[in-house]
């Protein structure tokens, strides 16, 4: 059984940031990437950051104001989203890729004034 957590989102206003977490746990022989998604009302869930091996992928919406980066402990990743826009508003997903993908409950990001 694998169990995915995310936390850290909140209400901000634009240009502003917030620092998304995200830790599995359980049994996890091998992790592929890990990697942080979001959907907002309307809208198809989509990729916004993926890391692995160190090695990071951005969409180009948030391509120079995100950055994911990968924790000391195993199997958690973080989000520090920076100069955020109205359009960043979603529901933020992390996912642990194994085999299968494994995906967290989700975090709500709402970038208003």
């Known amino acids: 059984q694998v169990q995915v957590m995310e936390s850290g989102g909140g209400l901000v206003e634009p240009g502003g940031s917030l620092r998304l977490s995200c830790a599995a746990s359980g049994t996890i022989f091998s992790t592929r990437l890990m990697g942080w998604y979001r959907q907002a009302p309307g809208n198809q869930r989509e990729l916004v950051a993926i890391?692995?091996?160190?090695?990071?992928v951005y969409a180009d919406s948030v391509k120079g104001r995100f950055t994911i980066s990968e924790g000391n402990a195993e199997n958690t990743v973080f989000l520090q989203m920076n100069t955020l826009k109205p359009e960043d508003t979603a529901v933020y997903y992390c996912?642990?890729?194994?085999?299968?993908?494994?995906w967290g409950q989700g975090t709500q990001v709402t970038v208003s004034s």
């Open positions: 890391i692995s091996k160190g090695v990071p």
């Open positions: 996912q642990i890729l194994t085999n299968i993908p494994h």
